[in-house]
């Protein structure tokens, strides 16, 4: 029986999406033929050899309304002439193409939700742009009937919304054995995009009262403001920007790692029922880390207590969470003895069941 060809559709570097790496990974095991589709960059680094298909389009623009326009255009035809049978939109920035190829081939369609993109802060913070995003959700997500998502509050939200019943995909990590090294040199680590709404102007401040390094891996939208804010506060040598780092030499930093950051600003629906892909990276490797006390991770908290909750992000609390986590051996051992429990539950295998079925199903 010839494989049923899926074709997923983002916006970011197919190197560095690490969900996106374990569901195609996950889909082609199961027999699938998956492409992966994204956008090239001028500083796009060239692709990793994958399993599956990897797909880059041109784009003129980089950034804003432009950078849209045009890749929509191109993957609209990219999509209307690549042999496929499912198409998979990948947050709402991706969803148009789809839905309209979709409806010209009558192919399958399918929603991976990994936030709920209308209620970003970089979107509600602009009323145009926020229109513009709305009313593609309203009137096209009702329109994706067969989906997933990241966490129970995101499946509510959208099932209270647009009247879908998506299931849950954690982004949690592959289980493997682990060995943790002893960690002489305590440093702090942030792991993902560095973005708007990531308590980045809180954090560094607060690393004037912590005696350790901050090492952040990632780039994003809020990266240059966060090197500008590390030399205003006189901590360029505290606050080590490393930018994109490749999964393999991800886990290295992960599993050196003392705490983990997992900090999301109040500012957003998106943010406040996150459930964010490094907090169960931190979790896989033994890494205790710090948390707001939101609800999917006050949910996993009160299961397994591996992180410390704070209620708010100001620089002090911050601060003396950390040092908390820094200095109380037996609080810090207790936390990272959880970590080695949960991720029994929380790994990817589990969530892997959902994913095929949703694409059973079809």
């Not at 886990?251 to 999301?264: M, P």
Request: net charge positive; aromatic share 12%.
């Amino acid at each position: 029986m010839k494989s049923k060809r899926i074709i997923c559709t983002v916006t970011n570097d197919l190197n560095y999406d690490q969900r996106m790496i374990r569901i195609c990974n996950t889909l082609t095991d199961a027999g699938y033929d998956v492409t992966l589709v994204g956008f090239k960059r001028k500083k796009s680094k060239p692709l990793e050899d994958r399993k599956f298909k990897q797909v880059r389009l041109p784009i003129m623009v980089e950034q804003g309304k432009l950078m849209y326009a045009h890749y929509w255009f191109n993957l609209f035809f990219f999509l209307l002439f690549r042999k496929a049978d499912i198409l998979c939109a990948i947050d709402l920035d991706t969803i148009l193409p789809v839905y309209y190829v979709s409806k010209l081939r009558g192919l399958k369609r399918v929603h991976d939700a990994h936030e709920i993109f209308t209620d970003l802060k970089e979107v509600i913070s602009r009323p145009a742009v926020y229109k513009m995003w709305g009313w593609i959700a309203r009137n096209i997500i009702p329109k994706f009937p067969i989906g997933y998502t990241i966490g129970e509050c995101y499946a509510d939200d959208f099932k209270a919304r647009y009247g879908v019943d998506y299931g849950v995909v954690r982004n949690a990590t592959i289980l493997k054995p682990v060995s943790i090294p002893e960690k002489k040199k305590r440093f702090i680590l942030y792991q993902g995009a560095v973005n708007v709404g990531r308590c980045f102007e809180q954090l560094i401040p607060a690393m004037k009262q912590v005696d350790a390094k901050l090492i952040v891996c990632g780039e994003g939208n809020f990266t240059e403001q966060a090197r500008e804010l590390a030399r205003q506060h006189g901590l360029e040598d505290k606050v080590i920007f490393e930018g994109y780092v490749p999964p393999a030499k991800l886990g290295e930093y992960t599993i050196n790692a003392y705490v983990g950051i997992t900090l999301f600003e109040d500012t957003s629906l998106s943010n406040r029922l996150s459930l964010a892909n490094r907090f169960f990276d931190y979790m896989h490797h033994g890494v205790p880390q710090l948390c707001m006390d939101y609800p999917e991770y006050v949910r996993v908290n009160n299961e397994y207590e591996i992180a410390t909750l704070i209620s708010n992000s100001h620089p002090d609390t911050i601060a003396a969470a950390l040092n908390k986590l820094l200095n109380d051996d037996t609080y810090y051992a207790h936390l990272q003895q959880n970590c080695l429990k949960a991720k029994e539950k929380y790994c990817w295998q589990e969530q892997a069941k959902t994913l095929l079925k949703t694409y059973e199903n079809l």
